[in-house]
């Protein structure tokens, strides 16, 4: 079981910034540690659940969908067993929720289904 814990969410004009946070920790045989892969994606009303970006925690490899590169980074700090996503650039096309995913059980990354764990969802919103 992968526990997952955002924050960061909040209003922000066009072309403001915001990073968010996912404290994640995974607790097996009384022991905690982070998870393998993690994401995020995002919601908006009335649409499907899109990827934004990915990393594997242990090797560092990154991905990214196509319309945030060069604005968005993700990044991690293992020692923390947390994942960030710097936001920068940001348009109103980037509101909606934003979710934290752990463990790519097969197959892409981009797609939701193939992901055990979510988290709780922090809401961005991008608006003059």
């Known amino acids: 079981q992968v526990q997952l814990v955002e924050s960061g969410g909040g209003s922000v004009q066009p072309g403001g910034s915001l990073r968010l946070s996912c404290a994640h920790s995974?607790?097996?045989?009384?022991?905690?540690?982070?998870?393998?892969?993690m994401g995020w994606f995002r919601q908006a009303p009335g649409k499907e659940r899109e990827a934004v970006a990915a990393?594997?925690?242990?090797?560092?490899?990154?991905y990214y969908a196509d319309d945030v590169k060069g604005r968005f980074t993700i990044s991690q700090d293992n020692a923390k067993n947390t994942i960030y996503l710097q936001m920068n650039s940001l348009e109103p096309e980037d509101t909606g929720m934003y979710y934290c995913?752990?463990?790519?059980?097969?197959?892409?990354?981009?797609?939701?289904?193939?992901?055990?764990?979510w988290g709780q969802g922090t809401q961005v919103t991008v608006s003059s």
């Open positions: 995974r607790h097996t045989y009384g022991h905690t540690a982070g998870a393998d892969f």
């Open positions: 995913a752990a463990d790519l059980r097969s197959g892409f990354w981009y797609r939701a289904k193939n992901w055990n764990y």
């Open positions: 990393l594997t925690v242990h090797y560092n490899d990154i």
